[in-house]
């Protein structure tokens, strides 16, 4: 029996015009009201999430939330964090000076500034609009090396990103969990983050097994989460890769594919 279900939410729980379907909404309420957790695991910040959490009544004092793709997990109500690794200043500007080399945009989430760019542009924009944020132009040269940044991401037109991303060197993925949420982002996270550690942390906070546990995604930035779950569900518009990882393969998020994987696997 499944007992938790984490849900990415662009592009699995959303559809193309960032909504939750009907059935969807009815799937995931009837698995909770079966006392299976649901949780939702995104690369968004916490505020581009709360309205979905609420709108799902996820908001109890035993809810969690998975947010930066897994750099910050805490408890809906209670804001209890119980995981929390982000990156420094020193490595948004490492990755900002490549990011110049390479010709792409680069933008980082400052605990202290919220969403800094040292140049305005529309991929930057993109990530205000989804996330309700305002953008704070920011010389990343004037970071402190000890500043709290939680991630840093390289965005540019999907061509332009693919190529900078076979320019990255090899030992940066040494040093950072890079992963591309988007066509036109690629993040760079601390190396202990990504969603399958932060589903984790989850899990053995609630006693609950990895096999009993069921993640959903469609990008590359849901693979860990995918192949830490006893069940990992990639979507029909998933990336190819992630299909290729998955258990199984669901409908489309624009065809209720997580309602049908609710139905088939937790309430059948």
Same mark, same amino acid.
């Given at each position: ?5 984490a849900l990415?939410?662009?592009? +699995? ?40 959490? &609420? ?22 109500? !209670? ?21 110049? %080399? ?8 400052s605990e202290? #500034? ?26 990343? $040269?004037?970071?402190?090396?000890? #500043? ?10 999907? %061509?332009?990103? !693919? ?6 060197? &090899? ?5 950072? !969990? ?7 982002? *690629? %993040? ?15 899990? $053995? ?34 990336? &190819?890769? +992630?299909?290729?990882?998955? $258990?199984?393969? +669901? ?11 609710? %139905?088939?696997?937790? *309430?059948?």
């Amino acid at each position: 029996m499944y007992k938790l279900v984490a849900l990415d939410m662009d592009g +699995t729980l959303l559809t193309s015009d960032k909504t939750i379907s009907e059935p969807t909404k009815l799937a995931i309420s009837k698995a909770r009201q079966a006392g299976v957790k649901v949780v939702l695991a995104s690369g968004r910040p916490l505020e581009g999430m709360k309205a979905k959490l &609420e709108e799902l009544n996820i908001d109890g004092s035993e809810d969690y939330v998975l947010f930066y793709n897994g750099s910050k997990v805490q408890n809906v109500s !209670t804001n209890e964090i119980i995981h929390s690794e982000v990156s420094n200043g020193y490595s948004a500007k490492l990755i900002a000076k490549l990011a110049a %080399e390479l010709g792409v945009f680069v933008h980082a989430f400052s605990e202290q #500034h919220g969403l800094i760019t040292p140049k305005h542009n529309e991929y930057t924009q993109i990530e205000a609009t989804i996330n309700g944020l305002e953008i704070t132009e920011f010389d990343f $040269d004037q970071l402190e090396d000890s #500043h709290p940044i939680v991630k840093t991401m390289m965005v540019a037109e999907p %061509e332009k990103l !693919t190529q900078a991303i076979k320019a990255i060197p &090899e030992e940066l993925h040494e040093q950072f !969990t890079i992963v591309q949420s988007a066509p036109f982002f *690629l %993040e760079f996270l601390n190396p202990n983050s990504n969603k399958g550690v932060g589903i984790k942390a989850i899990a $053995d906070h609630l006693g609950i097994h990895s096999s009993e546990v069921i993640c959903m995604g469609d990008a590359e930035n849901d693979h860990h989460m995918l192949k830490y779950a006893g069940l990992g569900i990639a979507m029909e518009n998933a990336m &190819e890769e +992630t299909k290729s990882i998955a $258990d199984y393969i +669901t409908a489309s998020n624009n065809d209720h594919g997580v309602a049908k994987a609710i %139905e088939k696997f937790v *309430l059948a």
